[in-house]
């Protein structure tokens, strides 16, 4: 799993209590390919759908947690004029 740091503005926030989250998006194809892939003995990693977000982003990053994290990152990138 990747430490918490926002994965829009890059805001390390592993010491700040009760700020941000962790988001699961909805899958793509190349994410089911991973979590099968994931099955296998051995295979650690960070699930491609989910993403770190601030206390800043984090709000609008879950209204968006329907689309996949591309789709979210493109209208997050829009709303916070990125």
Sequence with gaps: MQPPICFLCDKDFRHSEGEGGLI????TEKDKEWHNKQREKGFVGHPPEAAWFCGDHYPEA?????????EAMKKLREI???
């Design 24 to 27: 699961y998006f909805a899958l």
């Design 62 to 70: 879950k209204k968006l947690g329907s689309l996949t994290r591309p």
């Design 80 to 82: 916070f004029s990125l």
